[in-house]
């Protein structure tokens, strides 16, 4: 193929949609984390700690799960219609659950009465929403039927022992997050406790990533077949190498004083490190097992304009998203108040 527009457009748009699942993934994996983590508070006070150290930053997040959906209507709006006819229920359980989440973060700090009420709220609303997330990507991941370009399979085809099983790795996954997360945050009895559950959930999730990739050579969309097409898989195995070392490095961490940061880093690393090897098993269909970018794609001109508001855009966020975690960084004590 020429490298025209034509060509160029979808790569690049590719590239922006992945960067902005993946910053999602990243920052407010961590906040739904919190949540699945919060029936183990000891008391409502430790649980107020907790979600004091998220809140200046959360809300923030989610522009980039807003980034992600706007950018596949925009670019590929043939794989927007696939995927939201064939996850609408996901999807929909997704969204509930990130506005029930939402309103028990603010209304838990606000609530005179019914303060567990709203506690249990934050945890449901976040566990939901973390399994959805995982049952959508492994539904992405399994394929989906196509006939004459529009999905051809029923309304409960993402409901699969694979799906539920990225959904449960999801979750796990979210809680490692989260545990990092109050380890560079906080201090004394939480972040010991963060430290305790760190490393459990290392190996939890280790073990997850080893079950799905094993699974992933016998599913329809061969997705994994790119890995050993020819000679790629030498290329290519750096990244599960550098997953296995990421995570020897987490399990050290995780006890090791006075470094708090790195937990957190290594976590997402090793989420990176995931992101990446899924996306190189998909790449060029954005719809496995047959829909390439170039097929799903908008015209040119309507993907060129909408990169030329993306190009003003994208530098405002990523500079609002930097700028908020700079002013709030640091530890948060237990007594920190939020209104």
Do not use: C
């Not at 522009?63 to 609408?88: D, H, K, N, Q």
């Not at 003003?312 to 007594?335: E, N």
């Amino acid at each position: 193929m020429d490298l025209d527009l034509q060509t160029v457009l979808p790569v690049i748009w590719f590239g922006v949609i992945g960067f902005g699942v993946l910053m999602y993934v990243l920052l407010d994996g961590f906040v739904l984390g919190l949540g699945v983590l919060a029936p183990f508070a000891e008391d409502s006070d430790q649980l107020d700690h907790m979600m004091t150290t998220a809140a200046p930053i959360w809300d923030g997040n989610e522009t980039w799960l807003v980034l992600g959906g706007a950018g596949l209507l925009a670019a590929f709006p043939r794989a927007y219609a696939i995927v939201l006819s064939a996850l609408y229920l996901p999807v929909l359980l997704m969204l509930i659950a990130l506005v029930f989440r939402g309103v028990a973060f603010e209304f838990r700090f606000k609530a005179q009465r019914g303060k567990r009420f709203w506690g249990a709220a934050f945890a449901v609303g976040s566990l939901l929403a973390a399994f959805s997330q995982g049952v959508i990507l492994g539904a992405l991941v399994e394929g989906m039927p196509l006939q004459e370009g529009k999905y051809a399979g029923g309304a409960l085809d993402w409901f699969s022992p694979f799906s539920m099983l990225t959904g449960a790795a999801v979750v796990s996954g979210y809680a490692l997050l989260g545990s990092g997360w109050l380890i560079l945050k906080t201090e004394g009895r939480l972040q010991q406790l963060a430290r305790k559950a760190t490393r459990p959930l290392v190996l939890v999730v280790a073990a997850f990533m080893g079950v799905v990739s094993a699974w992933l050579p016998f599913l329809d969309s061969q997705i994994m077949a790119r890995w050993f097409e020819g000679g790629n898989f030498w290329w290519l195995s750096p990244v599960p190498v550098l997953a296995l070392v990421n995570a020897i490095w987490l399990w050290r961490a995780a006890m090791r004083e006075g470094r708090d940061a790195r937990p957190f880093l290594l976590t997402l690393s090793f989420f990176g490190l995931g992101f990446l090897g899924l996306v190189l098993g998909m790449w060029p269909n954005i719809v496995p097992p047959s829909l390439s970018i170039w097929e799903a794609a908008s015209p040119p001109s309507s993907q060129g304009f909408v990169l030329a508001g993306l190009v003003v855009l994208l530098p405002l966020i990523l500079g609002y998203t930097a700028w908020s975690y700079r002013v709030f960084r640091g530890k948060v004590a237990a007594d920190a108040g939020y209104h």
